[in-house]
């Protein structure tokens, strides 16, 4: 649902593409990021239906700028305002987020049915209780 007039509905830039773009809607002006996480509005919101799993992901194409789009979920329950966390790299400095521009995308997936249960001991696996980094650094 659009919130807002100039909202853009979240779409895929190609055919084969996974993620749906999100737009900041900024009523016609612009906001600028710096290294304090600022959110950026998307003047939509969303009814996912039960069992689907919605993450806001960062784009690559900003990442490697140097602006950082924090991670989010989406519960099915949820029907407020989408909105974007973005902040960017000490040697970025800042970046101009204009109304329209294309800040995140929403990637939807099935949610796994899990019942948690309480166990005594665990498997052995090669991995084991290696953490970060444990296997290998390529």
């Known amino acids: 649902m659009r919130l807002r007039t ?3 509905v979240p779409e895929r830039q190609t055919p084969l593409a996974s993620g749906f773009d999100l737009h900041a809607c900024l009523d016609g002006g612009s906001l600028t990021i ?3 996480p600022l959110s950026v509005p998307t003047g939509i919101a969303i009814a996912p239906p039960p069992g689907a799993d919605v993450q806001i992901r960062p ?3 900003l990442f490697a700028r ?3 789009g924090m991670l989010g979920t989406i519960d099915a329950d949820y029907r407020g305002e989408l ?3 973005l902040y960017c790299l000490p040697e970025t400095g800042s970046f101009e987020v204009n109304d329209g521009d294309r800040v995140a995308q929403l990637v939807v997936s099935r949610l796994a ?3 948690w249960c309480e166990a005594k001991s665990l498997d052995e696996t090669e991995r084991g209780a ?3 980094g444990s296997t290998g650094v390529s």
């Open 83 to 85: 909105h974007v966390t």
């Open 59 to 61: 784009r690559s194409g």
């Open 66 to 68: 140097g602006v950082i």
């Open 6 to 8: 100039g909202a853009l």
């Open 113 to 115: 049915a899990v019942t």
């Open 130 to 132: 290696g953490g970060h």
């Open 34 to 36: 710096g290294q304090s």
